[in-house]
């Protein structure tokens, strides 16, 4: 257990901030003499005229898509606590974005959004809607790889919030119902305090899962036009490996500050939940 | 995976300890003696494994390419072993094999490349391992020499072209041979558009592929990378971002990469398209009559594009014994010879003059490529070798900027030059 910990976390993080505090070229990268810049790299990065954009898209691309598939997804959820005909089946259904494999996914909604041929713009075509170039408008690209994101991330809110609304013993409800709340004051004063644990942990894990989305920004569109939809994930890719001459200090120190914003989320959430137990 | 790659890594190290004690031997057994001769099978035993990398992963063992590279290391009395990986990895790859020792004896890589590696130290030049590029037209090789010196032989290149429609064109009154500079062209796309038709697809995404397709106007125009902002790479993105403007390109070339906009081409809607001669495969399944021409300089003439292809180049070994057989594998692989089935496989068009002509004799459609390929200039030529890359990303991204509508072609690219030169310092 200590090996692989060590192997497989301990060392790939000690090697990636190692890596953002040295002057990597080409050659001091195959010589290993790489000399030591403590936050060089860092400043760099931060001083890039890429950072700002890209973190504020980070944030946009992040909340939004956190927004809307935690409501979406408990609204699902709490849609499929009444018991109907083919509520299984549909439920199972609603999981299939999250069993596509993103390169999937996202090639799918790349040939839905494309400007000239997507089914989207043709149907905005057929209610007398203008096209929107979706992809290859520098005020619309985010919103179309969020909009993605946000599909592919329903499932999980809906599955997590579902077993959540299930651990609710269903008496609490009938007393609520029995002193006279209505539906909406059960929702709002019942079953959105008791579901909070569960909340916070779908959106903690959310919150780490959207911050390091790649693949569906990447293939859609490589983070443009002009870093329009760059967010701190795909910049990262695209220091280290995304031109013909890899800068890897950059790319890892972009990669490490990720990492700190995840890390001091996950160190909220824990602060949260202990003062919740205390309480 | 990593454990299972340190036991191959391991194994190959044995390997290789056996082989050069094994090729030692040989040596003093028989000196002289080493003249590749085809006796050689006892030999190719003694002679040992070399390794030999290659960005080709669409060809299995059963294919030319690699019946070719086995009988190379046969007569040059070696064992060799193949390893083929995507293109976009090999650069990495090849780095971390350097970083550990392990270089492969004979490595093909993207012309591009070629400056990034020899930065790193991890190629040989010519000199060293005696190679004779010769024969080789000088503008390809060109790619490959930084400082004065050369680093590996051009295996075959490809570049770029227009593929026109014949039906589309016919239908809206154009002649292609009429299209001889960029005036013809946009009065021939505007012809198209009247005749409810598309005009041209090309590919401008935010990658390397962008530049590679914006290169040929952009030099066309007379424009040099060490200057973005002049007025001449102004009047090349000019051009296509009116093309987009009038719609005589979709928008959807910003995110197009070469096969998104081949596929665009290949629907049959569109006038032109331009693209590379590995599409010609394909070109022959549309079910649409093609042609081809050269992409024509603004004013007048065919415009030099980018080569395309790789390079065959002998990476470092700590045992400089090495390299007399890898020359010979080097030598073997690009020799006169050889490289008419090997361009062929890999849809090449051969580095020598020689080649060239022989295979225009047996496929007059690539003569247009021939000429485009003769015009044609390596992206990190004019000495600039890895400074390409650092002025390549803010030309991708100035283009993209001006595509989408975002800033004026003129603005785009003066920022983009101020990037480019803070970064080339």
Known sequence: ?279 | MESLDRGRRAAGLGLVVLAVTGGLTACSGSPGGDGGAPAGAGQAAGGGTYTIWDPYPQFDDSSDWVKLLTQCGTQAGVTVKRTAYDTTDLTNKALLAAQQGNSPDVLIVDNPVVSTLVEAGVLTSTDETKIDTSAVSPNLLAAGQIGGKTYGIPIGANTLALYYNKQVLKKAGVDAAAVKDWASMTAALEKVKAAGKKGITFSAIGTEEGSFQFLPWFWGAGANLTKLDSAEGVAALSLWTDWVKKGYAPTSVINNTQTTSWQEFATGDFAFGENGTWQLANAKKTGFEYGIIPIPAKGGGTAPAPTGGEFVSVPVQKDIARYVASQKLVTCVASTGNSLTTTTTLSYIAPTEEVQATQVEQNAELKVWVEAVKAAKGRTSDDLGTKYPKISEPMWKAMQAALSGSQPPQEALTAAQATAASAVQ
């Open chain 1, 1 to 279: 257990m200590v090996v692989y910990l060590l192997a497989f976390y301990v060392y790939p993080l000690y090697r990636n901030v190692d890596l953002s505090l040295r002057d990597y070229t080409v050659r001091s990268f195959v010589r290993g003499d790489a000399p030591f810049t403590g936050l060089a790299n860092y400043a760099k990065v931060v001083r890039d005229a890429t950072f700002g954009p890209a973190l504020w898209h980070t944030v946009v691309f992040t909340v939004v898509s956190l927004a809307f598939q935690f409501t979406i997804g408990l609204a699902l959820a709490m849609f499929f606590t009444r018991s109907f005909r083919l509520s299984a089946t549909l439920r199972a259904l609603f999981l299939v974005p999250w069993l596509l494999p993103l390169i999937v996914s996202s090639s799918t909604w790349s040939w839905m959004l494309n400007s000239e041929s997507g089914v989207v713009n043709a149907v905005l075509a057929a209610v007398g809607i203008d096209p929107v170039n979706w992809l290859t408008s520098p005020d619309w690209s985010l919103w179309s790889v969020t909009i993605a994101n946000i599909w592919i991330g329903i499932p999980f809110n809906l599955v997590v919030l579902y077993s959540g609304l299930q651990a609710i013993p269903s008496h609490i409800h009938e007393a609520a119902e029995l002193d006279g709340a209505t539906g909406w004051q059960r929702f709002w004063k019942v079953t959105f305090p008791l579901l909070r644990p569960v909340s916070a942990i779908t959106l903690l894990l959310g919150l780490v899962y959207t911050l390091k989305v790649f693949d569906i920004i990447w293939i859609m569109t490589k983070g443009g036009p002009s870093d329009a939809s760059t967010t701190l994930a795909t910049w990262s890719y695209r220091l280290g490996f995304g031109n013909l001459l890899p800068s890897f200090g950059p790319g890892a120190a972009v990669g490490n500050l990720l990492i700190v914003i995840a890390l001091v989320f996950g160190l909220v959430y824990i602060r949260a939940q202990r003062r919740q137990g205390a309480a």
